[in-house]
């Protein structure tokens, strides 16, 4: 079965970098359109960012625009999110996900995602 795996979360100061990974199992990972959602507690979950097949395209969110970057490894089956200058109000539970196959709706909704990690936390502090 399909497996997301999200790794890499932790507490750090703010200011600081984390690098998300998220590793998938059971599906040519490379025919998938790949995003990051993060959920601050009593928030709803939100788009971060998201990749194309090839790892040429990518979106992200005007709140991680400049400080976030997201890659993938498309021979690791891997995705990355690497997070730079990182404030209080980027800690979340971070997901990464994998869009349904020809999904023609906006990657930056939920509902286009099909497969969904368990999340790993993020914690900055002030």
């Known amino acids: 079965q399909v497996q997301l795996v999200e790794s890499g979360g932790g507490l750090v100061q703010a200011g600081g970098s984390l690098r998300l990974s998220c590793a998938a199992s059971g599906l040519t990972f490379s025919r998938y359109r790949m995003g990051w959602f993060r959920q601050a507690p009593g928030k709803e979950r939100d788009f971060v960012a998201a990749i194309s097949q090839s790892g040429g395209s990518t979106g992200y969110a005007d709140s991680v625009k400049g400080r976030f970057t997201m890659s993938r490894d498309n021979a690791k089956n891997t995705m990355y999110l690497q997070m730079n200058s990182l404030k209080p109000e980027d800690t979340a539970v971070y997901f990464c996900?994998?869009?349904?196959?020809?999904?023609?709706?906006?990657?930056?909704?939920?509902?286009?995602?099909?497969?969904w990690g368990q999340g790993t936390q993020v914690t900055v502090s002030s």
């Open positions: 996900a994998a869009e349904f196959l020809g999904s023609t709706i906006s990657w930056g909704l939920e509902k286009g995602y099909h497969y």
